[in-house]
């Protein structure tokens, strides 16, 4: 069993930056693949970007590719997505997944609680 928690959500400007978090728990996270969805309303969930259990391999969405960029601390059990030049069409609820799978699938084992991003002005 996984729980992750996610922090760092908020709201901001168009154009700015924030950094969202996710720890996890349990001793095994260096074998778990990771990533993060997103909801905004009235659409579908989508995944926004997922991170390779070594780290090593990553994978963007179109829409916030060159913006937004993910990461793993493997000692600190945590997960991150920094998100810059925010557009207000990023507004949504963020969710930090964890796969057992090689990579994250497209529907994986464990989902946090999810954090709001608001980018508006």
């Known amino acids: 069993q996984v729980q992750l928690v996610e922090s760092g959500g908020g709201l901001v400007q168009p154009g700015g930056s924030l950094r969202l978090s996710c720890a996890a728990s349990?001793?095994?996270?260096?074998?778990?693949?990771m990533g993060w969805f997103r909801q905004a309303p009235g659409k579908e969930r989508e995944l926004v970007s997922k991170?390779?259990?070594?780290?090593?391999?990553?994978y963007y969405a179109d829409s916030v590719k060159g913006r937004f960029t993910i990461s793993r601390d493997n000692p600190k059990n945590t997960v991150y997505l920094q998100m810059n030049s925010l557009k207000p069409e990023d507004t949504a609820v963020y969710y930090c997944?964890?796969?057992?799978?090689?990579?994250?699938?497209?529907?994986?084992?464990?989902w946090g609680q999810g954090t709001q991003v608001t980018v508006s002005s």
């Open positions: 997944v964890a796969d057992s799978y090689i990579v994250v699938r497209e529907r994986p084992d464990y």
């Open positions: 349990g001793r095994t996270f260096s074998r778990y693949a």
């Open positions: 991170i390779s259990s070594s780290g090593g391999s990553t």
